[in-house]
DNA sequence: TAGATTGTTAATCGATTAACAATC
DNA sequence: TAGATTGTTAATCGATTAACAATC
């Protein structure tokens, strides 16, 4: 039976995804919870219990179907229509996101940028217009984007939070330093924390972990 | 008494660390579990376990010292000299971590970046030469940097990553989707799966959770 | 001394791994 | 049927939380 996904297996989930894709891109029709194991580091157990957390996908006796096993994960992970994002911080790492967003990733759709830099506005950025950060309000209450990309430092992310909160935006893509999810529980925060993947990759080089 | 630290806690470390930093910046002097606990999103036992597989850094009854604190998760995290570090791939990525790497951390030294498009080698980034990737060799023998940032495509990556360790690379900030963990068991490295974590948030927001 | 809060040991909880029956 | 491999339940392991003695 299906037992709700914990947080460690959601997380797994786009590895899974990943890597099946290599293996379809390969011609790999057919894969063992335990050649599958190999791949991601871990153990078939593992594997398999994983997927039983959303329903049985492979066959008894004979394994995973590569494709199908994908496009099941794919349902799970963008179950519907790209989801409309706006990105605030035009700077460069903004500029690198966009770019992500529109080339090597799904589920998303970038609609506009905003920037508090009266020089930017006006530009475009990987063929969306830059707007002004006065026109969050308006543009928010005309076009009711989901999710925002934050690539703002921590002082101005702190502050544009609550505002986007209340303009209805209910999930974040986070490259502040600034964490959400203290203050705001109801509110759907993926982090990237680059600096602390970087500190412990220090931690991790200088102690010859 | 003192019990090797796990994964967990030192991946914790980082975010005390900026914590500690946000409070020394209030001019906040004393702390306690049960406070950093609350900014943290954990426990006071949690706080406490943590910080002892380490050393003790509290005072019983009192709590612990915010700046001393600090310093001692700072000797952890950054122990030595930065690293000297190169960077493979000066594309938008690249720019962006560059200039993280130069403003908003420490414990690296950007020496170098490495392109294979020719029109990029002889500029700069962020004041350190982009060299062609046919000089890598020559560099690594002269100048050995330590840890490398890599910010090609999987394919390149995967092509890249031999070559570097084979140079006496030990390190690596990985943004790239190929897995060296699978194939170098000994060799350390830090990925940011952004198409990872991407994917984990269409799944929360698709899926409510 | 009384109150507070750590350091540390013990109990709980959850995630991973192992085992095995079901079945292709 | 025999071999393979899943789905699923049970056992193990590790991390988190609770409890409490030590001590400032």
Redesign the interface.
């Known amino acids: 039976m299906q037992s709700k996904p914990s947080m460690p297996v959601?997380?797994r989930?786009?590895?899974y995804?990943?890597d099946l894709g290599e293996m379809e891109a390969e011609g790999i029709v057919k894969v063992s919870s335990s050649e599958l194991a190999r791949?991601m580091?871990t153990t078939a157990s593992q594997v398999r219990q994983d997927f039983n957390c959303f329903g049985g996908f492979g066959q008894q006796g004979i394994g995973y179907n590569v494709k199908l096993l994908r496009e099941e994960l794919g349902k799970?992970?963008?179950?519907?229509e790209p989801?409309p994002t706006i990105l605030i911080g035009a700077g460069?790492?903004g500029?690198?996101?966009a770019?992500?967003?529109r080339k090597?990733?799904q589920?998303?759709a970038l609609r506009a940028a905003f920037d508090v830099k009266p020089e930017m506005v006006g530009l475009t950025l990987c063929d969306v217009p830059i707007l002004a950060m006065d026109a969050l309000a308006d543009y928010c209450a005309e076009h009711h984007p989901?999710?925002a990309v934050i690539c703002v430092p921590r002082e101005a992310a702190q502050q544009v939070a609550q505002h986007l909160i209340d303009l209805g935006i209910?999930?974040f893509?986070n490259f502040s330093?600034y964490?959400f999810?203290?203050e705001y529980p109801d509110v759907?925060v993926?982090n990237?924390?680059?600096?602390?993947?970087?500190?412990?990759?220090?931690?991790?080089?200088?102690?010859d972990?």
Do not use: C, Q
């Open positions: 959601i997380k989930l786009p590895r995804y990943r791949m580091g799970l992970l963008f179950p519907r989801v460069n790492l500029h690198a996101m770019n992500f967003l090597d990733t589920g998303f989901k999710v209910r999930g893509w330093h964490d999810s203290i759907l993926e990237v924390h680059l600096g602390d993947s970087l500190a412990t990759l220090s931690y991790a080089v200088n102690n972990l």
